[in-house]
């Protein structure tokens, strides 16, 4: 819900409930060529809203900006959240054999990925 005012200038404020005014204000800056700028810290926030508000290519440039930071457990955890495809696939097509892929997936942070990111990892250990 939405509610509307005017600001001292005369223009018409629209309250977004449940934004914080610094994320939004990232995501603004995603959306205006040669401002964004992603950093770990503001990514997680920057998606959020980008799902929420239905932004699939500000979702994508993230997607692609995630592919390049360390952190495999960290990046399936966020594609998991946010049903990114293409940074689950990268980094599950970034082991080099299934014994690594157990060895990596053993840990106690991998019991809280969803049933589909399970069976993607089931079926990547499998092709190998």
Known sequence: RA???????????????????????????VIYPGVSKFTDSNVIHILGLADRFQMKGVMDQVESYIIDTPGIKRKLHIA??????????HCLNSFASAQSMIQEFKSPQCADFSDELKLAIYDRIMKF
């Open 3 to 29: 509610a509307s005012t005017r600001s001292r200038a005369g223009k018409e404020e629209v309250e977004i409930n449940g934004v914080v005014y610094e994320e939004f204000r990232d995501l603004l800056y």
């Open 80 to 89: 998991d959240r946010f049903r990114l495809t293409k940074l689950r696939d």
